[in-house]
């Protein structure tokens, strides 16, 4: 009955954990480290975006 109970609290730990990490607050927004992150993809997205392939 010991063994049950360890593993039913092991279970609900790990849910719990798994819980507390999937709903933690976001940190807060930085316009300074958006825009990196736009300047990067934008420039990522010419060198690699969708190419055109003729078919025909």
């Known amino acids: 009955m010991r063994e049950i109970i360890e593993i039913l609290l092991a279970c609900a730990g790990m849910i719990g954990a798994a819980a507390w990490l999937l709903n933690r607050t976001e940190r807060p927004k930085d316009p300074e480290e958006d825009a990196e992150q736009e300047e990067y993809l934008k ?14």
């Open 43 to 56: 420039k990522w997205n010419e060198q690699h975006g969708k190419r055109k392939h003729n078919a025909d």
